[in-house]
């Protein structure tokens, strides 16, 4: 791997790490943080395999803003990841939760702006990211998750470039 994905990887940490330590008093007064972090496979459906890539992300919601509806519980979510080609993708957008004991079911709709690096070209700078999220409560504040997830345009690319990708995760979410 090139020094400029360590780079960036690196980047990512310490911009982590100042919004931790920045947030620290915040988190410590209210107790209604989740902050997530996950890897997987980016384009896991990949025929080729050329274009497969790890993928790196953090993911951040904030419990207090939590809307109950008739057809469920809503939050805003907002994040972001890096791929080993150096493809970044930056979102914000909405995650309903159900909750079935221990286990939550968490499907989201995420629009973003994305950049392929050296990685897949998917068209166009707008991405929408569609996910489902079973999660597990393993700890309290503690959860272990799997989430699927396909990131593609509606076919506004390009001469209606949409390749799209499906993406395999592993997160790990803490709640302060």
């Known amino acids: 791997m090139s020094n400029n994905f360590y780079n960036k990887i690196l980047i990512v940490l310490v911009l982590t790490l100042s919004f931790f330590a920045a947030k620290a008093e915040d988190i410590k007064e209210t107790g209604i943080h989740q902050y997530e972090f996950y890897f997987g496979t980016f384009d896991t459906i990949d ?19 939590f809307k109950d509806t008739f057809i469920g519980r809503f939050s805003p979510i907002s994040g972001g990841f890096i791929t080993d080609k150096n493809s970044v993708y930056l979102y914000t957008g909405i995650q309903a939760q159900y909750d079935i004991g221990p286990l939550k079911i968490l499907p989201s709709f995420a629009p973003g702006y994305y950049n392929a690096g050296n ?42 470039k949409n390749p799209g990708v499906n993406n395999q995760t592993i997160s790990l979410a803490k709640t302060f």
Do not use: V
Not at 54 to 64: Q, R
Not at 139 to 149: E, M, P, V
């Open 119 to 160: 990685g897949k070209n998917l068209g166009l700078a707008l991405e929408f990211k569609s996910e489902i999220k079973l999660a597990f409560d393993i700890l309290k504040n503690l959860q272990i998750g799997f989430a699927y997830s396909h990131i593609s345009n509606n076919d506004w690319g390009k001469d209606g």
């Open 47 to 65: 025929e080729e395999g050329d274009e497969k890539a790890n993928m790196y992300g953090f993911e951040h919601k904030n419990l207090t803003l």
